[in-house]
Nanobody, 124 residues
């Protein structure tokens, strides 16, 4: 399984951007899909996840501004980002959790497959 992230770019504070992550598998619907980000000099941090059952969860820093969604027909997960702030600047990674857990999908260790990352830069 491979993940291909796209949609990053340079935007101004307050703008919106939508990231996409396509998976090369027909079993996409059974995976929990997550978005993480890593700013320069910082550790990778959780942004959002979409469980295979449809529930979603967000970090406090993006709640109310970002929306994760998935299209199980297109094998794609999206991250709609609104009201972007300079502190949202980072490389954004999508990830797939192949194994089923009872929780903890905010942890990078739960994810088996990672995309290559797409850079989002928000200028002030």
């Amino acid at each position: 399984v491979q993940l291909q992230a796209s949609g990053g770019g340079l935007v101004q504070a307050g703008d919106s951007l939508r990231l996409s992550c396509s998976a090369s598998t027909r079993t996409f619907s059974s995976f929990a899909m997550g978005w993480f980000r890593q700013a320069p000099g910082k550790e990778r941090e959780f942004v959002a996840y979409s469980w295979s059952g449809g529930s979603t969860y967000y970090s406090d820093s993006v709640k109310g501004r970002f929306t994760i969604s998935r299209d199980n027909v297109k094998n794609t997960v999206y991250l709609q980002m609104k009201s972007l702030k300079p502190e949202d600047t980072a490389v954004y990674y999508c990830a797939a959790a192949v194994r089923l857990y009872s929780g903890g999908y905010y942890l990078p260790s739960k994810y088996d497959i990672w995309g290559q990352g797409t850079l989002v830069t928000v200028s002030s």
